[in-house]
């Protein structure tokens, strides 16, 4: 670590005899939620469950400091989402528009078709893409307003082809965010209830006698949001468990300092917890990255928790070299991987594990977040080992095909009969021989 107790960001680098150890002190994230919030977002489970709409209406008092008396307060009509929309700016309702256009555009791509065989005698195989029924989507509300997370979660389902589209959004204090209302109507959602935190979950989860059960619950939440989403797994599928946004920026020295240190930032100001590390072989070029984060950062709005982020979770790390580079960024499986590089296509087949790459100079995080078109929802704290950003694949489903001739059946009676036997499941053989032919 650096030796400066008074530096903004740590400075690590790959030679020293304890980096890794300092490494995974770094990464290191807990998203378990400890008992005492696993306790109430159980109790709140419970009572939703039970009473349905009241137990929403009292929670929502309670956590948002409203008053309402009934859920009809708590939905707003597809009329006052287009109103929203119409008395936006006209920059950016404009901006908007061209935001959900790309992400649409983008994500047509990715929908998959139903496709079948035929075998020689007559046996079809193949598999039937549905989409889901209902998809509820959970978008955050109290310290920022996030219309570009209705987009991502939102459009996707659409074009996969979801039959209604459910939304929650806390509004603390009543507080309507216009933005927020317009890119629902934009995004074609259909109902949208101002309520949040575990009770929003266990509402879209168990349904109550406003709020529609849904069959997949997406979109990123607080600690409680988390738990409870966690919790009710199972009986609704979910998206991932996301902890903190972080950022890995990787570049080869010939970068503009100023525009990577606003790269971190732009992570860094999410909230305390976020992660953003810069990797270089080059010494100088970090020295450089330093200095503009300690001049840029106080020019920001959101100083104070972007510099909490960076002393607490940052890291500018010396590596000897673009190999070593590769193998941190395989280590660390970052939600978003800057290649700030001259030839960074020359990278991606050494790449593993990103949620996201952003790829040349002029690729900040930033456009990926709003309008580039891939979603911004990914895996975060090293998940993209196994997982991949939400898309149209999320919200279908997939069911096999199998439909037998009669000697297809036949000679795949007598491959099942054997299996079976060897499993002591009889039952299982007899069926299978029962369509054997003599």
């Known amino acids: 670590m650096s030796d400066k107790s008074t530096a903004t960001i740590a400075r690590l680098s790959t030679v020293d005899g304890a980096f890794h150890q300092h490494l995974d002190a770094l990464l290191d994230w807990e998203g378990v939620s400890d008992k005492a919030v696993q306790a109430r977002v159980e109790e709140i489970l419970a009572d939703v469950k039970r009473r349905g709409d009241s137990a929403v209406v009292e929670a929502t008092n309670r956590f948002d400091r409203?008053?309402?008396?009934?859920?009809?307060?708590?939905?707003?009509?597809?009329?006052?989402?287009?109103?929203?929309?119409?008395?936006?700016?006209?920059?950016?309702?404009?901006?908007?528009?061209?935001?959900?256009?790309?992400?649409?555009?983008?994500?047509?791509?990715?929908?998959?078709?139903?496709?079948?065989?035929?075998?020689?005698?007559?046996?079809?195989?193949?598999?039937?893409?549905?989409?889901?029924?209902?998809a509820g989507i959970y978008v955050p509300g109290g310290k920022a307003a996030y219309p570009s997370s209705v987009l991502m979660n939102a459009i996707p389902a659409?074009?996969?082809?979801?039959?209604?589209?459910?939304?929650?959004?806390?509004?603390?204090?009543?507080?309507?965010?216009?933005?927020v209302l317009a890119a629902a109507h934009l995004a074609g959602v259909d109902y949208v209830f101002t309520i949040g935190g575990a009770q929003a979950i266990a509402a879209l989860a168990y349904g109550t006698e406003s709020i529609?059960?849904?069959?997949k619950i997406v979109g990123p939440g607080n600690i409680y949001v988390a738990t409870a989403k966690r919790a009710v797994f199972g009986q609704v599928g979910i998206d991932m468990i996301a902890g903190p946004s972080e950022i890995m920026v990787v570049s080869d020295g010939q970068t503009d300092p100023d525009w990577l240190a606003m790269d971190l930032f732009s992570q860094a100001e999410h909230d305390e917890d976020a992660q953003a590390i810069f990797v270089s072989w080059k010494a100088d070029h970090l020295d450089a990255v330093e200095a503009s984060i300690e001049r840029l950062l106080p020019t920001l709005e959101r100083e104070d928790i972007a510099r909490a982020s960076l002393q607490r979770r940052g890291a500018l790390i010396l590596c000897q070299d673009q190999a070593e580079a590769i193998e941190l960024i395989n280590r660390i499986a970052p939600e978003h991987l800057e290649l700030s590089?001259?030839?960074?296509?020359?990278?991606?087949?050494?790449?593993?594990?990103?949620?996201?790459?952003?790829?040349?100079?002029?690729?900040?995080?930033?456009?990926?977040?709003?309008?580039?078109?891939?979603n911004h929802v990914l895996p975060t704290s090293g998940t993209a080992r196994f997982s991949s950003p939400l898309g149209v694949y999320d919200f279908q489903k997939r069911s096999s095909i199998i439909h037998c001739s009669p000697d297809g059946a036949s000679e795949l009676g007598k491959i099942a009969s054997v299996l079976a036997r060897g499993e002591s499941l009889t039952a299982h053989a007899r069926s299978a021989e029962y369509r054997i032919k003599d």
Not at 159 to 179: K, S, Y
């Open 66 to 134: 409203l008053s309402v008396e009934s859920m009809e307060q708590l939905c707003l009509s597809p009329e006052q989402l287009k109103k929203a929309f119409d008395g936006l700016p006209t920059e950016q309702r404009n901006a908007l528009s061209a935001a959900a256009e790309r992400i649409k555009r983008y994500h047509e791509r990715q929908k998959p078709s139903s496709w079948q065989y035929e075998e020689a005698d007559g046996t079809v195989l193949g598999q039937k893409v549905t989409p889901l029924d209902r």
């Open 158 to 179: 659409h074009v996969a082809g979801v039959r209604e589209i459910v939304m929650v959004v806390p509004t603390p204090d009543g507080v309507l965010n216009d933005l």
């Open 341 to 374: 590089v001259e030839t960074p296509g020359d990278w991606l087949d050494d790449v593993r594990h990103a949620g996201a790459i952003f790829m040349g100079r002029h690729t900040s995080e930033a456009l990926g977040d709003y309008c580039a078109g891939p």
């Open 212 to 215: 529609p059960r849904v069959d």
